[in-house]
C-alpha cells in the first residue's frame, strides 16, 4: 500500500539521521499504525487492522496494540493466532484472569479442550474462587466427556454464587444427558422460579419431561418455548414427533410446515447466526440467559 511505502520507503538520498531522530520517526510510525488500525478495526476493516497493528508491534512491544491484534484475529476466524497473542499477553502479565478467560473461550471456539482446561487452570491459579472459570473449565470437562469433572465445577460456581443462573442450566442439561432426570429437574425448577419466561430453562423443562415419557408436560412446555421463540427448530421438530406418536396428525404436520418454513429460509440466506453467536458467547464468557 502507498501507506506503507511512504512510512517505510526511501525517498532522496540526504543525510544519515541521527539515532534520535530515528527514535522519533519509529515513535510517530507507531502511533500512526495503531491509529489506522484500531480505526479499521471500529470500521471491521480486520485485514488491514492486522497488518498496521504486525507492523505497530515490529517497531516496538505494546501490550494494548497486542490485544487488538488478538481482537482482529478472532475478527477473520484465526484463533490459533489469537490464542498465541493472549499468549504473550499472559507472559507480561501472570495474574491478569482476564487474559487466561479469554483464552479459555477461544479453545472453546477452536474445541480445543484441552488447551481450555489448561487456561482454566491457570485463571484458578490465580483466583481460586473465580466462577467464570469454573464455568468455562466445566464447559472444557463437557467437551472432553469428564461428567463428574463437569458437575463438580458446576456446583462449586453454584456454592459461591447462589444466582449464578447459567450454571444452573449447564449443570441441569449435564444431569439429563447424564440421565440424571431428578437433578436436572430441580435446577430447572430453580431456573422457571426466578426466569419462568426464559427459552433455555423452558426448553430444559421440556427436555426433562420428554425423557421422562411424559408426553402431555413435554408438549406443554415445548409449547411455551414457540411461545418465547416462534423460530425454535428443536421445540418444533420435538413437539411435532410427540404430536404425531399421541394421534395428533394435523398438530405434528402443522409444527413440521412450519419447520421446513424455517429450515429453507435459512438455505436461501445462508445462515451465520449459529457461528457468529458461538464465537460471541464464547469471547464473552457466556450468557445463554441474557441475564
Do not use: W
Request: with cysteine; glycine share 6%; hydrophobic share 40%.
Amino acid at each position: 500500500m502507498n501507506f506503507f511505502k511512504k512510512l517505510f520507503g526511501v525517498a532522496k538520498e540526504e543525510k544519515t539521521p541521527t539515532v534520535e531522530e530515528l527514535q522519533r520517526a519509529d515513535e510517530k510510525n507507531f502511533d500512526i499504525l495503531k491509529f489506522d488500525g484500531v480505526k479499521a478495526l471500529k470500521i471491521n476493516s480486520v485485514g488491514y487492522a492486522i497488518e498496521c497493528f504486525t507492523h505497530a508491534l515490529n517497531i516496538k512491544e505494546d501490550l494494548e496494540v497486542r490485544d487488538y491484534l488478538s481482537q482482529a484475529y478472532v475478527g477473520v476466524g484465526d484463533y490459533n493466532n489469537a490464542y498465541q497473542q493472549l499468549e504473550k499477553l499472559a507472559q507480561s502479565q501472570p495474574d491478569n484472569i482476564g487474559i487466561f478467560l479469554r483464552m479459555a473461550g477461544i479453545a472453546y471456539v477452536m474445541e480445543n479442550y484441552v488447551l481450555m482446561s489448561a487456561s482454566c487452570e491457570k485463571a484458578l491459579l490465580v483466583d481460586s474462587k473465580s466462577v467464570e472459570a469454573l464455568f468455562l473449565y466445566a464447559k472444557a470437562c463437557i467437551g472432553t466427556d469428564d461428567i463428574t469433572n463437569a458437575v463438580a465445577m458446576l456446583t462449586k460456581a453454584i456454592a459461591l454464587n447462589e444466582e449464578y443462573a447459567e450454571a444452573y442450566l449447564l449443570r441441569g442439561e449435564v444431569y439429563l444427558s447424564d440421565g440424571n432426570l431428578d437433578d436436572a429437574d430441580n435446577d430447572a425448577a430453580y431456573l422457571l422460579n426466578n426466569y419462568p419466561d426464559n427459552e433455555e430453562a423452558l426448553m430444559l423443562k421440556a427436555n426433562i419431561e420428554n425423557k421422562r415419557g411424559n408426553a402431555e408436560q413435554a408438549m406443554e412446555y415445548y409449547g411455551k418455548v414457540i411461545d418465547v421463540n416462534p423460530f425454535s427448530k428443536e421445540a418444533l421438530e420435538n413437539r411435532a414427533l410427540l404430536r404425531k406418536q399421541a394421534g395428533d396428525a394435523e398438530g405434528a404436520k402443522s409444527d413440521e410446515e412450519r419447520l421446513n418454513e424455517i429450515l429453507s429460509r435459512e438455505q436461501e440466506e445462508g445462515d451465520q447466526q449459529g457461528i457468529e453467536s458461538k464465537v460471541k458467547e464464547s469471547y464473552n464468557n457466556i450468557n445463554p440467559l441474557g441475564i
